[in-house]
């Protein structure tokens, strides 16, 4: 995925990740929001999140389990007023 923009209400996009080896792992993306809106990025369990109205760069580290081969990369925004966005892009999922 390169980019996501949600806009004036809550909403989210998710992607099973496969192919992957068990063990260590890194989900990096860059995310903004506008509006008094948040960008979270969450993997496996494990969370980054930005209010930030300039480009942040969230890393969320995460494990794959023995006998497993995916994750599940889930972007959500939020929109605490109408006009909100959060804007999500250069998402990468890597070994670490």
Do not use: N, Y
Not at 36 to 53: D, L, M, Y
Request: aromatic residues 6%; positive net charge.
């Amino acid at each position: 995925m390169r980019r996501l923009v949600i806009h004036d209400e809550a909403g989210a996009a998710q992607q099973t990740i496969s192919g992957l080896s068990p063990g260590p792992h890194r989900l990096v993306v860059w995310g903004k929001a506008t509006g008094r809106a948040r960008a979270r990025a969450q993997v496996a369990g494990q969370a980054a999140e930005t209010g930030s109205e300039v480009w942040k760069r969230m890393v969320v580290d995460f494990e794959v389990p023995a006998g497993a081969q995916t994750a599940v990369v889930r972007l959500e925004g939020a929109a605490v007023e109408s006009g909100g966005t959060a804007v999500f892009d250069d998402v990468f999922v890597s070994r670490r």
